[in-house]
């Protein structure tokens, strides 16, 4: 009788142990999250992608940008409005090590297509995004007024 609740408790304990190996690996590695917001000073509109690894392991990220919507659903692939790869000044693919952050801005006044799509439809929302393993991560949506 002894020998069977040692071994129910050694088995409890190694599983245990075991779903915490799990839960420590899951979380030992890169955890990326993207921002985004919208500057007005008057004179010029600028767009800014922050990205935080709060991770302990570096990522890479091989993309950045906004993806449109004009409604308030999550952006599809197909809704990509402007990757910042070619115009974040060769900075991209880009290593962030873990509890490191990066941050860009692009001036609205360059992209006329989204001039022209924000004056159509002054509902219009962009979703800031990084490329990170091949997946990506999106930040919350921002509301863009142009008067």
């Known amino acids: 009788m002894t020998t069977v609740v040692v071994a129910w408790l050694a088995l409890l304990v190694s599983t245990t142990t075991l779903a915490w190996q799990i839960v420590s690996w ?4 890169a955890h990326i999250t993207v921002n985004g917001s919208v500057v007005d000073d008057g004179e010029r509109t600028v767009l800014r ?4 690894n709060h991770g302990r392991y570096p990522a890479t990220v091989t993309e950045l940008g906004y993806y449109s919507s004009d ?3 999550r952006p599809r692939g197909r809704d990509v409005l402007n990757r910042m790869s070619d115009v974040a000044g060769g900075q991209l693919p880009l290593r962030l090590e873990g509890q490191a952050d990066f941050e860009h801005e692009i001036y609205l006044g360059e992209y006329r297509a989204l001039q022209q799509m924000l004056r ?4 219009h929302s962009l979703f800031p995004y990084a490329q ?3 997946r990506p991560i999106y930040g919350k949506r921002l509301n863009i007024r142009l008067d």
């Open 120 to 123: 159509k439809n002054p509902q």
């Open 26 to 29: 899951r979380r030992s590695g």
């Open 132 to 134: 990170v393993r091949g």
């Open 49 to 52: 992608v922050h990205i935080v």
């Open 71 to 73: 409604t308030q659903r």
